[in-house]
């Protein structure tokens, strides 16, 4: 449960970042409506599931799920880190490369 929320808190925080103007709609969302509308890439956007749905199966009794593990869980929530890692960066350098355009 506790990779579920701090994937919740990820992802939250990265789509507020993108959409600063919609934060209060995406702190009040479901995860799953959050990352169907505000994560665009379409591999965050996969991983983030994945490991929503995943997360949200270790909290039942009977597993809806039953070929993966917290493992499996732990490797699509790091995965998505790094992609959302590279995304913050490419961001960063394309507002660089702009203000050096703009002079």
């Not at 270790?58 to 590279?86: N, P, W």
């Amino acid at each position: 449960m506790g990779y579920r929320k701090a994937l919740e808190f990820l992802v939250k925080d990265y789509a507020i970042f993108l959409n600063p103007e919609d934060e209060d709609k995406i702190k009040n969302a479901s995860l799953s409506s959050c990352i169907n509308n505000y994560i665009d890439n379409i591999k965050i956007r996969h991983l983030s599931l994945a490991s929503t749905w995943l997360g949200n199966d270790e909290t039942h009794y009977i597993k809806k799920y039953q070929d993966y593990t917290i493992d499996d869980i732990i490797t699509f929530i790091d995965a998505t880190v790094s992609f959302i890692d590279s995304d913050l960066a490419a961001i960063k350098a394309e507002k660089l490369i702009s203000s050096r355009q703009n002079k």
